[in-house]
């Protein structure tokens, strides 16, 4: 199921960067970017083509609404509601009904790797305060009886939350607000637009002059990036261990991404998920996933789901893509001894 690719560029890759290169830019529409600080990310938001510059301003109050809505410590939001309910019935909009309605859904498909309800694990090992601190086997065990995503009820828009438990949207809320921020853009007539969502990005069909997008993939290493995926109208999304995490007194690495079976950082033999799909939310609430499941079981999640491609990085450093992106990713020149293997349906 698994067999080596040719560690050099495809042909047929090289063959389309020759032609980017070559081909005078002959339509240049005008580049409009947006910064935006929300949801504990900064964005940029490009776009191209006369529409873009408002349609951009009508992106960014949206983003805020929505960061007003999923926030876990702003009063007035839904889910600080439904967090502060005491196990009581709490009304919600009809978006965070969606996206939590997507949360579980994907809580369920992936067997509980994506768990909406694991905030108390994550807060307690320091990763919302950044006083990192490492609980003990029983405080995990404690602590883990109060998450699950089973126990939530969405009913409609009403979600009863069981009193002791938290629900926290950040696996999957920037990917959501990526799908949510391409529609608004292509009802306003933009066609061509890149959106960095904190690292989750989003394409608005392909750049101005037609050819794909080139996304650098990081290095989860270190610095730089493996290499170039390219892609279009849609997303990729990559979740790692290496993004944000402490050094424990005991001298090893503990990452944010917590395998909600142990209550302990995952340590899955992964170094970074890359998740590639039409929705950003699916390829949120997968990298996360994935990086909690690890190669084995990642292989055999995308081989029984359809919809979406990967491209994972061992601890080995080796290199893992699924066929149906086998020639859209070429290794930069720095990381030519990385091994690269295709997996096949
Ligand atoms: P980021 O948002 O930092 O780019 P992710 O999309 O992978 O990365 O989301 C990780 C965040 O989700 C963590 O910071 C933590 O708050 C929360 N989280 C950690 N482990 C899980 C998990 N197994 N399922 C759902 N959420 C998780
Ligand atoms: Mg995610």
Same mark, same amino acid.
């Given at each position: 199921?698994?067999?080596?690719?040719?560690?050099?560029?495809?042909?047929?890759?090289?063959?389309?960067?020759?032609?980017?290169?070559?081909?005078?830019?002959?339509?240049?529409?005008? *580049?409009?970017?947006?910064?935006?600080?929300?949801? &504990?990310?900064?964005?940029? +938001?490009?776009?191209?083509?006369?529409?873009?510059?408002?349609?951009?301003?009508?992106?960014?109050?949206?983003?805020?609404?929505?960061?007003?809505?999923?926030?876990?410590?702003?009063?007035?939001?839904?889910?600080?509601?439904?967090?502060?309910?005491?196990?009581?019935?709490?009304?919600?909009? $009809?978006?965070?009904?969606?996206?939590?309605?997507?949360?579980?859904?994907?809580? %369920?498909?992936?067997?509980?790797?994506?768990?909406?309800?694991?905030?108390?694990?994550? #807060?307690?090992?320091?990763?919302?305060?950044?006083?990192?601190?490492?609980?003990?086997?029983?405080?995990?065990?404690? @602590?883990?009886?109060?998450?699950?995503? %089973?126990?939530? @009820? @969405?009913?409609?828009?009403?979600?009863?939350?069981?009193?002791?438990?938290?629900?926290?949207?950040?696996?999957? &809320?920037?990917?959501? #607000?990526?799908?949510?921020?391409? $529609?608004?853009?292509?009802?306003?007539?933009?066609?061509?637009?890149?959106?960095?969502? &904190? &690292?989750?990005?989003?394409? !608005?069909? /392909?750049?101005?002059?037609?050819? /794909?997008?080139?996304?650098?993939?990081?290095?989860?290493?270190? *610095?730089?990036?493996?290499? !170039?995926? *390219?892609?279009?109208?849609?997303?990729?999304?990559?979740?790692?261990?290496?993004?944000?995490?402490?050094?424990?007194?005991?001298?090893?690495?503990?990452?944010?991404?917590?395998?909600?079976?142990?209550?302990?950082?995952?340590?899955?033999?992964?170094?970074?998920?890359?998740?590639?799909?039409?929705?950003?939310?699916?390829?949120?609430?997968?990298?996360?996933?994935?990086?909690?499941?690890?190669?084995?079981?990642?292989?055999?999640?995308?081989?029984?789901? $359809?919809?979406?491609?990967?491209? +994972?990085?061992?601890?080995?450093?080796?290199?893992?893509?699924?066929?149906?992106?086998?020639?859209?990713?070429?290794?930069?020149?720095?990381?030519?001894?990385? *091994?690269?293997? !295709?997996?096949?349906?």
């Amino acid at each position: 199921m698994w067999r080596k690719r040719n560690k050099f560029v495809s042909l047929l890759l090289l063959f389309a960067l020759l032609l980017s290169g070559c081909s005078a830019q002959s339509k240049s529409a005008e *580049e409009h970017t947006a910064g935006v600080f929300a949801m &504990g990310t900064y964005m940029t +938001l490009t776009a191209y083509g006369e529409s873009a510059e408002e349609a951009l301003t009508l992106s960014e109050n949206r983003i805020k609404e929505l960061e007003a809505l999923w926030s876990t410590t702003d009063e007035n939001s839904d889910i600080y509601k439904v967090n502060h309910s005491g196990g009581a019935r709490t009304e919600v909009s $009809e978006e965070t009904a969606e996206i939590l309605q997507f949360a579980l859904d994907m809580a %369920e498909q992936t067997g509980g790797s994506l768990e909406p309800t694991i905030s108390p694990v994550v #807060t307690a090992w320091g990763f919302i305060s950044g006083e990192y601190n490492i609980p003990t086997d029983e405080e995990l065990t404690d @602590l883990l009886q109060n998450t699950g995503y %089973e126990k939530v @009820l @969405l009913e409609e828009n009403v979600v009863t939350l069981p009193d002791g438990m938290q629900l926290d949207l950040g696996a999957v &809320g920037k990917g959501y #607000t990526g799908d949510i921020i391409a $529609e608004l853009l292509k009802e306003q007539g933009v066609t061509s637009a890149l959106l960095d969502i &904190g &690292g989750n990005i989003q394409m !608005v069909g /392909r750049k101005p002059d037609g050819s /794909r997008w080139r996304l650098g993939i990081q290095n989860p290493f270190g *610095e730089g990036s493996l290499g !170039v995926l *390219e892609s279009e109208d849609g997303a990729v999304v990559t979740s790692g261990n290496y993004e944000r995490y402490f050094i424990g007194g005991d001298g090893k690495q503990y990452g944010h991404i917590i395998d909600p079976s142990t209550g302990y950082p995952a340590e899955s033999g992964l170094a970074s998920v890359s998740i590639i799909a039409k929705e950003g939310r699916l390829c949120d609430a997968l990298s996360t996933a994935i990086y909690v499941m690890g190669l084995d079981e990642a292989t055999e999640y995308w081989k029984e789901n $359809e919809g979406f491609e990967m491209l +994972l990085v061992t601890s080995e450093n080796e290199i893992y893509l699924t066929e149906g992106i086998e020639d859209d990713f070429a290794l930069n020149e720095n990381f030519s001894d990385m *091994e690269i293997y !295709v997996i096949t349906r």
